[in-house]
């Protein structure tokens, strides 16, 4: 595969012919009337031992995708805002039990979803904790190592399965210098038509600040975008 990286957008109101310019890091340079940014986004990772040893493994990113192979065993979610609370009670209904850690000392989630977890039986959360290992046996997660932020002591949670639920990161790191907009998460600001602050630049899926990163929605807006750059072609006269 001939896998070519971006490393500047200028705009049609930029360049002398009215087209789009994209320049490549070989030096190469794309013209173009409209160009879709669709790079999506990845999931952020803990960054400790044994994560990357052990992903597919027992550390998942995706409680819809991977949550039923772990019916009836121990697993734990890590993060406390919005997305790690709800996994966590997603996975409640599943599994043995749920352990829920998060560093700050509080959860993040909206209370309606605290409430939710903290009446189910088979969840326990752990604030104020710092994940520092993955532990296997070489072929699957076994437990999770975790630090006391308040005490500096040191615990293992036995498990199989852990869930890192954390955010997300766009992939616009090519963007950080350009004209394109990103806000300080590094998501390209869109409006209701998938139009950039660029002229001819659209953008559409999980970079993007459009709410609710899912699949199907993605692949909406990625219609969405398609339509709006037809459009400017044809409003533009190009």
């Known amino acids: 595969m001939n896998l070519q990286r971006v490393s500047k957008i200028t705009g049609a109101d930029q360049t002398a012919n009215g087209l ?10 794309l013209e173009s009337k ?3 940014l669709s790079t999506g986004a990845r999931w952020r990772e803990m960054n400790v031992p044994g994560e990357a040893e052990y992903r597919t493994r027992g550390v998942a990113y ?3 995708c991977d949550g039923p192979l772990f019916k009836g065993k121990r697993v734990a979610v890590i993060g ?8 966590a009670i997603d996975l409640a209904g599943i599994v ?15 209370q309606v979803l605290q409430n939710k977890l903290n009446s189910l039986p088979n969840t326990t959360v752990i604030m104020n904790a710092l994940s520092t290992e993955v532990l296997g046996d070489g072929s699957q997660v076994t437990g999770l190592k975790y630090k006391d932020r308040a005490t500096d002591e040191e615990h293992v949670v036995e498990l199989a399965g852990i869930f890192v639920q954390i955010g997300l990161l766009p ?3 090519f963007l950080k210098d ?8 590094g998501e390209i600001i869109v409006n209701d038509r998938n139009e950039t602050n660029v002229k001819g630049v659209f953008a559409a899926g ?9 699949i199907i929605i993605a692949t909406g807006e990625g219609a969405k975008a398609s339509l709006s750059a037809f459009d400017y072609i044809i409003r533009s006269g190009q």
């Not at 043995?96 to 909206?110: G, S, W």
């Not at 999980?206 to 899912?214: H, L, N, S």
């Open 20 to 29: 789009v310019e994209v320049e490549l890091e070989n030096g190469a340079k």
């Open 34 to 36: 409209t160009v879709i």
């Open 62 to 64: 995706c409680p819809h």
């Open 80 to 87: 406390g805002g919005n997305s790690g609370v709800e996994a």
């Open 96 to 110: 043995e039990h749920v352990t829920l850690v998060e560093f700050d000392t509080k959860l993040r989630a909206d």
């Open 171 to 173: 992939n616009t790191d």
């Open 178 to 185: 350009s004209e394109v907009e990103l806000t300080n998460r």
């Open 206 to 214: 999980d970079c993007t600040t459009v709410p609710y990163k899912q």
